[in-house]
């Protein structure tokens, strides 16, 4: 029989950021499938937890503790991934940060915050991954987190909307760069998710109806609605898919 092209048995996946939110259930989506997971989270408590819930669930998780604005610390949590699994197969660079503030007013330390976490932390795990796949001969599949707000303006967002920008130049350039190392990089961009980093907006009843009126299918995402896409992109399923961004948005930025 034909494996099936979205089976993920007898891979790895790390996912950043995958203590709560959009990560968190990708990773254990992934897991679902087969994989082994990763849960490469900075805040400890929240980590553990998810891998204890994620291996009572049937899923074979393990966790370690990531700073992905820290090269070395996404370095280490890579080789952790190889020791504890054999390989890393896939890499969901997730971990990310929002803040809505009026651009005239966002002040130095939170630009570079930003950039640090969303921009840096995203190239530092795509760089881990490729660094090694590279050097051992071997493909594998690098997944981003981008946004509606990387390819369409999202006002009282700049810099974030520019930080996502950035990950989609990273993705295209690296799926071209290292296509010739059979590496595969492609983009998830979310619409409004439900999650606590979106807490605030949508408990803002303006700021919801204004994202709903966006939104075509008329409702917000649940991270379980960007699932589908981390499944596609990790498998077989995906295999002549690279440098895409894959929109899954509710039609956002079709409209
Ligand atoms: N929620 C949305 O509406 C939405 C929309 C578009 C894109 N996204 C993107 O999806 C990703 C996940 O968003 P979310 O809403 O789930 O966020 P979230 O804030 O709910 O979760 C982010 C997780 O990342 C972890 N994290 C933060 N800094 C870290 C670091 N330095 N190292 C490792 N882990 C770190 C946090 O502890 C948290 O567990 C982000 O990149 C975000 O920009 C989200």
């Known amino acids: 029989m034909?494996?099936?092209?979205?089976?993920?048995?007898?891979?790895a996946a790390l996912v950043t950021g995958a203590g709560r939110g959009i990560g968190r259930?990708?990773?254990?989506?992934?897991?679902?499938?087969?994989?082994?997971?990763?849960?490469?989270?900075?805040?400890?408590?929240?980590?553990?937890?998810?891998?204890?819930?994620?291996?009572?669930?049937?899923?074979?998780?393990?966790?370690?503790?990531?700073d992905v604005t820290?090269?070395?610390?996404?370095?280490?949590?890579?080789?952790?991934?190889?020791e504890r699994f054999g390989a890393v197969d896939i890499v969901?660079?997730?971990?990310?940060?929002?803040?809505?503030?009026?651009?005239?007013t966002y002040s130095d330390e939170d630009l570079d915050r930003i950039i640090r976490l969303n921009v840096h932390g995203v190239f530092y795990g795509m760089r881990a991954a490729a660094r090694r796949w590279i050097a051992a001969k071997r493909g594998g599949k690098i997944i981003n987190l981008a946004s509606f707000a990387g390819v369409?303006?999202?006002p009282l967002s700049a810099p974030y909307a520019a930080t996502k920008g950035a990950v989609v130049q990273l993705t295209k350039t690296c799926?071209?760069?290292?296509?010739?190392?059979?590496?595969?990089?492609?983009?998830?961009?979310?619409g409004y998710t439900r999650t606590p980093m979106t807490e605030p907006a949508l408990g803002d009843p303006?700021?919801?109806?204004?994202?709903?009126a966006?939104?075509?299918?008329?409702?917000?995402?649940?991270?379980?609605?960007?699932?589908?896409?981390?499944i596609f992109l990790a498998s077989s399923a995906s295999d002549y898919v690279t440098g895409h961004v894959l929109m899954v948005d509710g039609g956002w930025t079709a409209a």
Do not use: Y
């Not at 990773?27 to 400890?44: F, M, N, P």
């Open 2 to 11: 034909n494996r099936d092209p979205f089976d993920l048995t007898d891979r």
């Open 25 to 66: 259930a990708i990773a254990r989506g992934l897991g679902e499938r087969g994989a082994g997971v990763v849960v490469a989270e900075i805040e400890s408590a929240r980590g553990e937890r998810t891998a204890a819930d994620f291996c009572e669930a049937g899923v074979d998780a393990r966790f370690v503790r990531t």
């Open 70 to 82: 820290d090269s070395a610390s996404v370095e280490s949590a890579f080789d952790f991934g190889v």
């Open 92 to 104: 969901v660079n997730n971990a990310g940060m929002s803040q809505r503030t009026p651009a005239e």
């Open 152 to 154: 369409v303006a999202d």
């Open 175 to 190: 799926a071209v760069e290292w296509a010739p190392h059979g590496i595969q990089v492609n983009a998830i961009g979310p």
């Open 206 to 212: 303006a700021s919801r109806a204004a994202a709903l």
């Open 214 to 230: 966006k939104t075509p299918l008329g409702r917000v995402a649940e991270p379980e609605d960007l699932v589908g896409a981390a």
